[in-house]
């Protein structure tokens, strides 16, 4: 069956993936009136990017500097958050802002070239412990970026779930023929009973494990990250820092949980290692002292659906307009969590493409 472009019709949608970027497009299709289904090989479990992702919403991140449309797609995505957030419970969601620190000269120079592309204004080493008296005495310099927000990307999966629930299939998808099986709807009225075919769109959201589904270049990005936790208040900000030549982040929680990031290894393993937890240690410690004292309580290794240009995949894979692809959110997956909903969502609905996702269509890659 092909849709016709413009045609608004309720549909029989099953997303491929509940993952953040799958539940929060099931979620918007829930809303709008479609019959979703979310596959997924464990419905309430933890193999997914977002559970080790810190949930930085940092728009003038690095990967936008040589993609105009994705920086694009990044500063749109940011403005949807307070509404996305508004019917979610608390998700952690916090606009203290970001303070950009430098230890070293050298940490200085590296980091002076991106405050200028962000237009912040350079702080000295008091000004930035008057911020944020945890800081360092040795630490040089400093930006605050007061836009750059975080959240909590487990209390978001958490919520999103809840909203779903009765309409997530526990099953791995090996192939997107399993969901087209012969036209006929099975019956919906159970769980079991939505795993079958007849659906009008398949959405395939299942982070770096959609390249296997699809044939697009996806692939799988290592990132370790720590979880620490303290008595709360040591953190107002979100620290984003070198030390020496070593890049971490570290987001402060209200319940004192510390969250530090990440190594990026072009790898697809899921062993943390020693060299990983020893930099990312020692970085941390060598802006933020106080943070010795924490009780170090979780080490986790995730991977990053990233693609050829580091932007995400994100339209038609068929011309039958069936197979919808949602994936590559490479390092801003959390952060495009709710524009991916919004138009994914339009896309299903509508058979017709925003003209901001022009530059995301799978075909780019063919
Ligand atoms: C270390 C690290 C730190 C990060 N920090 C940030 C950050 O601060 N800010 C930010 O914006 N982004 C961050 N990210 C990126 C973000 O986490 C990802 O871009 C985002 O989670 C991608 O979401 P997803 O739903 O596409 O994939 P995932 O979150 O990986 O979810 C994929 C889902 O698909 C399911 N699945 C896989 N195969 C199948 C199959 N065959 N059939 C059915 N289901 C399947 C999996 O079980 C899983 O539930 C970080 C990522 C990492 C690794």
Known sequence: MSRDPGASTPCRVAVVGGGIIGLAIAAELLCRGAD????????????????????????????AFEYPHLTRL??????????????????????AGTLSLALTADDVAEAAREWKHQRLTPLTGSQV???????????????????????????????????????????????????????????????????????????????????????????????????????PGLLEHVID?????????????????????ATQEERADRAPTAGGVHDLLRAALDLVPGLAEHELTEVAVGHRP???DNAPILGFLDDDRRIVVAAGHFRNGILLTPITARLVADLVLTGSADPILDAFAPGRFR
């Open 74 to 95: 990044l500063e749109a995505g940011h403005e949807l958050w307070p509404r996305f957030v508004a019917g979610l419970g608390d998700v952690g969601y916090d606009r």
């Open 129 to 231: 412990r008057d911020l944020e008296p945890a800081i360092s005495p040795r630490v040089r310099a400093g930006a605050f970026a007061a836009a750059e927000h975080q959240v909590d990307p487990r209390r978001i999966v958490a919520a999103l779930r809840d909203r779903l629930r009765g309409r997530i299939v526990p099953r791995r998808i090996a192939d997107l023929s399993e969901l087209d099986a012969g036209g006929t709807p099975a019956a919906t009225s159970t769980v079991a009973g939505r795993a079958g075919g007849g659906f009008d769109v398949i959405v395939v959201a299942a982070g770096h494990h959609t390249g296997a589904l699809t044939g697009l270049p996806i692939r799988p990005v290592k990132g370790q990250v720590l979880r620490l936790r303290g008595d």
């Open 306 to 308: 990233g693609t050829p």
């Open 241 to 261: 820092g070198a030390a020496d030549g070593r890049h971490v982040y570290l987001v402060p929680r209200a319940d004192g949980e510390v969250v530090v990031g």
């Open 36 to 63: 979703v289904t979310v596959h997924d090989p464990a419905p309430a479990g933890t193999d997914g990017a977002w559970h080790v992702a810190a949930g930085m919403l940092a728009p003038g991140g690095e990967s």
